[in-house]
């Protein structure tokens, strides 16, 4: 699974390298959600590379949907880019717009306020494609009221977003090779003598230089493990074996809030304790749950405390979990999300907001309060499924964690090269790598997006952690670094949009009744 899920799983057991084809239940034995995912990981992995194998890397039918127009007048600047209906396919992932259906870049059904579009500077239309997790606390059809509506399953959505990549954006890492593209795409809309429709084919190695630049910030790694104990030398003493600790199996989700390539230091100010240099430092949370514990949000007011940069949020929810071990509790870390700005972060589009603490918890009312800011606000009734999320991070003692939490955002400091305690001996460690960008290009650390997300399976029978291991000449195993298990994003050209509002198609097309 390489999207959102932040679903009640027990794991993730799909790996392409396996090269299973099928999952064979027998009779007899116990039945796990793994198996079933895994049988529709393995069916979707089959479709998506036969798709791939006969369409490229993208491409549509003719006639092919997702053809971009802009809306200008004359030589005026373009206001918006309409879309046509139809299908297309990127990594053999179905993107559909609707027959009927009116899209735009500034009126799509799954991007919420998209950045204006640069005036005066020519840029390259594309979709950013992945997969998307819903529970019935967004999708409420998906309850059966036959049996009191419980959450039987949940599901996974396409989204695609147009955006575009302006030749003027610089982040630092746009090398020689994206700027040739850009020249030779400009060559190609100098050619036409009017304002018509001019087709044009990226070869597959030039667009994988701009996906990989798109990419760059999902370069970072993690490692996990089970806290090694110290080994005694006293004869008499018998030296406590490592273990998880926990009393019960859990999937571990380490996710990146804040993201970016600013790596907090590990420095403290002399004078406060607290650490010093956290502007713009990546931060991380955690859930023991893999982030499936969320309450759906009736209402929410936010009432400014005098004197405090904090502030007071009341919020109403529509119930407190089945149990207590799924509840809330005084101190928890949650976040608020609703439909737009989970799918503005998933996107990359901004950054998470701030994580709130829970101060207060009524289960009379359903009334939990909350101290931080948000920036989220709930219309009523609420029609955008707002939510509060629960995270399990909570500051380290020094002795059984050493976890530092950023007073700004709530999250956990991000450190390269330690082992991080999360709590009942799961240790995590962010190696201090370096990311190729283009040729001889590099970047000192490994960079993040807001997203990024590791999965680490607790298991109480073994009293350890499933994690990749690689083994050294001598057979020593040690945890092997591992790049994030989502989200995956996928990238297709659809159009160069160039001056005096020249239009270069970039999609491609078969015709599948060809002979």
């Keep these: 699974m390489q999207g959102e899920y932040r679903g009640d799983f027990t794991r993730d057991t799909f790996y392409p390298a396996n090269h299973f084809c099928r999952v064979l239940m027998q009779q007899g034995r116990v039945q796990l959600d793994a198996d079933w995912n895994e049988q529709a990981a393995i069916l979707l992995y089959y479709l998506r590379s036969l798709a791939g194998d006969l369409i490229g890397q993208h491409g549509g039918p003719v ?10 007048s004359g030589t005026q600047p373009i206001s918006d880019l309409n879309l046509s209906p139809g299908h297309y396919y990127v990594d053999g992932i179905l993107c559909e717009l609707d027959s009927g259906t009116t899209a735009s870049y500034h009126q799509q059904p799954a991007f919420p306020n998209p950045p204006a579009i640069p005036p005066g500077t020519d840029a390259i239309v594309y979709l950013d494609i992945w997969e998307r997790h819903l529970t019935s606390a967004q999708q409420d059809q998906i309850r059966e009221v036959a049996l009191g509506g419980p959450d039987t399953a949940s599901r996974a959505q396409i989204v695609w977003q147009l955006k575009l990549l302006a030749s003027s954006q610089d982040s630092g890492f746009k090398g020689a090779s994206i700027g040739n593209l850009f020249q030779t795409l400009q060559q190609q809309a100098d050619t036409a003598q009017t304002d018509t429709r001019q087709k044009y084919n990226i070869a597959d190695g030039s667009w994988r230089v701009v996906t990989d630049y798109l990419q760059t910030t999902s370069g970072g790694q993690m490692a996990a493990r089970v806290q090694p104990q110290n080994t005694s030398t006293n004869p008499c003493v018998i030296s406590p074996q490592s273990a998880y600790r926990g009393t019960e199996n859990q999937l571990y989700r380490v996710e990146i809030h ?56 009341t919020v109403v929810l529509a119930n407190l979990g089945p149990d207590r071990r799924l509840s809330l509790n005084v101190n928890d870390w949650v976040e608020i999300l609703d439909d737009d700005s989970d799918l503005a972060v998933s996107g990359q589009s901004q950054a998470p907001g701030s994580l709130l603490q829970v101060q207060a918890v009524d289960p009379a009312t359903m009334t939990v309060t909350l101290v931080g800011t948000t920036a989220v606000t709930v219309d009523q009734p609420p029609t955008k499924h707002p939510l509060l999320r629960r995270w399990d991070q909570q500051p380290g003692d020094g002795k ?21 305690t999360l709590e009942d001996g799961i240790q995590i460690q962010f190696p201090a790598t370096q990311r190729k960008i283009e040729e001889g290009q590099t970047h000192p650390v490994a960079l993040y997006r807001p997203g990024d997300y590791w999965l680490i399976p607790a298991r109480v029978a073994t009293g350890g952690i499933e994690w990749p291991q690689t083994t050294d000449r001598q057979g020593n195993q040690t945890p092997a670094a591992q790049p994030p298990h989502g989200i995956e994003h996928h990238y297709a050209p659809l159009a160069y949009l160039g001056i005096n509002n020249r239009v270069v198609d970039l999609r491609r097309t078969y015709d599948p009744l060809a002979k």
Excluded: C, M
């Excluded at 990546?282 to 936010?302: A, C, D, H, M, Y």
């Excluded at 939490?405 to 330690?418: E, K």
């Design 63 to 72: 006639p092919a949907g997702f053809a971009v127009t802009p809306v200008a």
């Design 400 to 420: 059984t964690s050493n976890l530092i939490l950023d007073s700004a955002t709530g999250a956990v400091l991000l450190q390269t090269g330690a082992w991080l």
């Design 258 to 313: 804040t993201g970016g390539n600013t790596v907090w230091s590990g420095k403290t100010d002399s004078s406060t304790g607290k650490p010093a240099d956290t502007q713009n430092a990546v931060t991380f949370k955690f859930s023991r749950e893999n982030g499936s514990v969320v309450f759906p949000i009736l209402q929410l007011g936010t009432t400014p405390r005098s004197g405090t940069v904090a502030a007071q949020t």
